[in-house]
């Protein structure tokens, strides 16, 4: 079946370590990619989005993804966490499916950063 | 200034019981959806409205019904609540023409009991 998949459900790190969380998808054609996070208690917010043009976009906050078609991954990257980091995060992908738009969403990878 | 807002935040109710959830934006988007996040965290689509007109309607019990008063707002009332009906609700919505890109609200925990 198409879909989004993040095969990190949790990630544990320590401040200042680097950061890495999959995301593949399995759609054909053309894709929107996004990533999403959702901070304790908060609404999701956007961080980072690809259309076309450069593979590595960046977001907010020092965030990262780099799309590469040929394995069909949107991985995010940030060098150095921190503590502030910890949160949920939802990897995303749009497509143009009967008449519309749809977003797809990931199952989300919980990220905890110990300080 | 806030864009996307949900009311309520939190609702608890019993079983067979009939509730809504009201959601506004002050983006001025065309588009507003409903999405359902279970315990898993798992995030899927229910509804969408494009200037009040029902664009994406998934399978989703016909106990679940969308309105639109206006494109800025979208409430859900649900019927004869079960159970399984115990879930977060997002809202969201979308400029024109660019449905990729969505705003989503803080979301509604509802609990079945």
């Known amino acids: 079946a198409q879909s989004v998949s993040q095969h990190n459900h949790h990630v544990i790190l320590s401040e200042a370590a680097s950061l890495e969380l999959g995301c593949n998808y399995s759609y054909g054609g053309t894709v929107n990619l996004f990533w999403y996070v959702q901070y304790p208690g908060q609404h999701l917010q956007l961080l980072l989005k690809y259309f076309s043009g450069d593979p590595l976009v960046k977001g907010i906050k020092g965030f990262e993804a780099e799309f590469i078609k040929s394995k069909f991954s949107f991985n995010l990257r940030k060098p150095s966490v921190q503590w502030s980091d910890t949160a949920e995060y939802f990897c995303a992908v749009s497509r143009w499916m009967d008449s519309s738009y749809k977003l797809i969403f990931g199952s989300g990878t919980r990220l905890l950063v110990r300080p | ?113």
């Open chain 2, 1 to 113: 200034d806030t864009a996307v807002s949900q009311t309520p935040k939190y609702l608890v109710t019993q079983m067979g019981n009939d509730k809504s959830i009201k959601c506004e934006q002050n983006l001025g988007h065309d588009t507003m959806y409903w999405y359902k996040q279970d315990s898993k965290k798992f995030l899927k689509i229910m509804f969408s409205y494009n200037n009040k007109e029902l664009i994406i309607n998934e399978t989703v019990p016909n106990r679940f019904s969308p309105k639109s008063p206006d494109k800025a707002h979208l409430n859900l009332h649900i019927n004869s609540l079960e159970l399984g009906d115990s879930a977060v609700y997002f809202c969201a919505s979308s400029p024109r023409d660019r449905d990729y890109e969505q705003y989503f609200g803080p979301g509604t925990r509802l609990t079945v009991t």
